[in-house]
């Protein structure tokens, strides 16, 4: 077996397989995470003959094509590890460090946080997440540093994947059959952070093509409503953590028409 072990939020992970293209392909999909700390607790096996992925004693999967295995150990270690995750809010948004401490940007699924987390990493921010942000009682965010997937063409105006890392590639089945080529960008590791870093500011990403773009505060009880609604586990700490931040920080709403001009809002309130 080939093992691959690494670190997500608070937990270790390992993942064992007997076949080297799925372990070629675990290893770009996680590529951006640190080392494990301490023996796993949360364990993975993949069997590339039978198709069969079993997590810790569960069987997951059997008869999966074997090139598609790697998609499914990515993405159901992010779902255990926010689960398991100690006290802190578990949200919907990215995170970069900045000189003044991490920008938090909330949105939902599709909300604009991948592109605008490029952007910014192009522009010198430090990446910590482009969807996943664990933030703890002293308002602190570690986040889970994913892979961004490459799909189609980029946006306009959005620097090339190679400004922020190196392209990785591997195998799969796409959905209409056939096997292509899974794409994707890992950031450069020195522009990676691990640790805790104090938020500095908060922003909503809210798509509104009709409305004039730009940045305005929102009154506590929306900010609250809305990042709480972006929860991504939905506990009494987390709750009391999310009051906490939209009574202390001046939360903002961003309407963008175009990353230069998105880039150039968020200037205003956090210094990369």
Not at 93 to 120: E, F
Not at 170 to 192: D, H, K
Request: aromatic share 4%.
């Amino acid at each position: 077996m080939i093992a691959r072990s690494f670190r997500a939020l608070d937990t270790d992970v390992l993942v064992e397989t007997d076949d080297a293209e799925v372990e070629g392909a675990v290893a770009t999909l996680t590529g951006n995470y640190p080392p494990a700390r301490a023996e796993p607790s949360l364990h993975y096996r993949l069997e590339g003959a039978t198709g069969v992925l079993q997590r810790d004693d569960e069987t997951l999967r059997r008869g999966a094509p074997s090139i598609d295995l790697a998609l499914i150990a990515d993405t159901d270690p992010q779902d255990q590890v926010v689960r398991r995750a100690g006290e802190s809010f578990l949200v919907h948004a990215a995170a970069l460090a900045g000189r003044d401490g991490a920008l938090l940007l909330v949105a939902q699924s599709g909300g604009g946080k991948t592109t605008m987390t490029r952007a910014l990493l192009a522009r010198g921010a430090r990446y910590l997440t482009d969807e996943a942000s664990a933030i703890d009682t002293e308002h602190r965010v570690r986040g889970l540093p994913r892979t961004f997937t490459l799909e189609g063409p980029d946006p306009e105006g959005l620097a090339p994947p190679e400004a922020i890392g190196r392209i990785g590639t591997f195998r799969y089945r796409p959905v209409g059959g056939g096997v292509s080529m899974y794409r994707v960008v890992l950031t450069s590791p020195e522009r990676i952070v691990h640790e805790p870093v104090p938020v500095a500011a908060i922003v909503v990403l809210q798509y509104a093509p009709e409305e004039p773009s730009g940045l305005t505060r929102m009154p506590s009880a929306a900010a609250l409503q809305t990042m709480w609604g972006q929860n991504r586990r939905a506990d009494a700490a987390g709750l009391e953590i999310a009051i906490a931040l939209a009574g202390r920080f001046a939360v903002h709403r961003l309407v963008t028409h175009s990353i230069d001009q998105g880039c150039a809002d968020l200037a205003k309130i956090w210094s990369l």
